[in-house]
């Protein structure tokens, strides 16, 4: 079986989805007419209008209003004002003006990025428009960036598609071989539409089959923004192989490849390493122990070696240092750290029945709190519920993302 999604299909699947509504007014001369200022839900009418009819002077007053709301009555729901980060973000891209259009996807994406699964598709897609910022800024390196994070969630949503039909499907044994094309659309809910077979594999039993493992399955995240819904679509090969009595899969995205991106940034990411290599050593003072400080360079250190492909340096790292006579004996701050990161190690080597449990040990000790820094313990967190998403325990996972919107709020 293989899979397929093609980058104009990921870009496409950005949209706005606000209601379109009725009359016109300005909110500035509304309030300056002593007026009661409108309810949000006429100010979002009022700038859909207003975008409809490309008044965008217009449309920008009333999205700044709506702002303006959101951060004074809800101050707990960060996500509303995302919403208006995307709606002003897509509104400068869509006019080409890229500099505001990426401050506001930014914008977005520091809220929501934490609070979504891997394999959220909206992300991924608000990634790759963002890109497509800086490209036209000039500023390649976090064009090549955002190039490799986009193809990893982008992997890690294939990769889940592929796990969850392949274990749904149940062909019946032949002595003949087949092969069909799936296609779907996947949303942002991970919710599939549309199933049907491009291409039958002439045997009504076989692409019945096939049928059944793409209606009876989906590619949820277990935590994901739902503000826009437009769906993405999915190629699937099935294909049973007579020789052996089992179905053969690969697996293939047809997206921006990642690998000339982190190649040409290899110089950069080896100079950071060796920087904080040499950060490390000049606070590594207690050799039986592990500071804070030390204990979070580790982690920037992990966090290299891996998107270099480099695995091994960083399990080895980690692993050495929880040798160490005081780290190893009791709990602290340092070693709560480092076990964390021991799981995203595993995860990454896609060992998640180890990443949970090193997560658990972390996220549950009550040490998982300050000084560890909020951006690290969200990381953590996420990972922790990834792992368990990936074995399908997807209560257990929830309550884990449940604890990391709490903290994110």
């Known amino acids: 079986m293989s899979n397929r999604v093609t980058k104009r299909n990921l870009l496409k699947a950005l949209g706005c989805c606000l209601i379109v509504g009725a009359q016109i007014y300005t909110f500035p001369a509304a309030h300056a007419q002593n007026k009661a200022p409108a309810d949000l839900e006429t100010l979002k009418r009022l700038a859909a209008q207003a975008k409809i009819e490309k008044s965008k002077d217009k449309f920008l007053a009333y999205e700044n209003a709506i702002l303006a709301i959101y951060r004074s009555k809800y101050q707990a729901d960060k996500t509303k004002e995302a919403e208006v980060y995307c709606d002003l973000a897509n509104f400068y891209f869509e006019n080409k003006n890229y500099a505001p259009a990426a401050q506001n996807f930014q914008l977005c994406l520091n809220i929501i990025r934490p609070l979504c699964s891997e394999n959220s598709v909206t992300v991924v897609v608000m990634q790759s428009n963002l890109e497509k910022c800086f490209t036209a800024l000039g500023d390649k390196t976090k064009a090549d960036a955002l190039n490799v994070l986009s193809g990893q969630m982008c992997g890690k949503l294939m990769d889940t598609i592929q796990r969850r039909i392949k274990s749904a499907w149940r062909p019946d044994k032949s002595n003949s071989s087949f092969k069909a094309v799936g296609q779907f659309k996947v949303n942002g809910n991970g919710d599939y539409s549309d ?11 076989f692409d019945e089959a096939c049928l059944a493992a793409m209606k009876n399955t989906n590619a949820k995240p277990m935590q994901s923004w739902q503000y826009y819904q437009e769906p993405v679509n999915v190629e699937f090969n099935f294909d049973y192989n007579v020789h052996n009595g089992v179905s053969t899969s690969t697996s293939g995205i047809q997206l921006a490849p990642p690998a000339l991106a982190v190649l040409n940034g290899t110089n950069k990411i080896n100079s950071e390493i060796n920087r904080l290599l040499t950060e490390f050593i000049a606070s590594d003072i207690d050799k039986s122990n592990l500071n804070l400080k030390g204990a979070l360079l580790v982690v920037a250190l992990c966090e290299r070696y891996m998107n270099l492909g480099q695995v091994d340096k960083a399990d080895a790292l ?27 190690i595993m995860l990454k080597r896609q060992k998640p029945a180890i990443a949970s449990t090193e997560f658990e040990q972390a996220v549950n000790s009550p040490l998982f709190a300050e000084p560890i820094p909020l951006t690290e313990r969200q990381r953590f967190l996420k990972g922790f519920g990834d792992a368990l998403f990936m074995q399908d325990k997807e209560a257990e996972a929830n309550a884990v993302y449940a604890r990391l919107a709490a903290l994110t709020k």
């Open 318 to 344: 980690i692993k050495e240092l929880l040798l160490r006579p005081r780290l190893s004996q009791s709990e602290s701050v340092s070693k709560t750290i480092l076990q964390a990161e021991m799981g995203c």
């Open 195 to 205: 199933i049907r077979l491009s291409k039958s594999s002439s045997s009504t039993l």
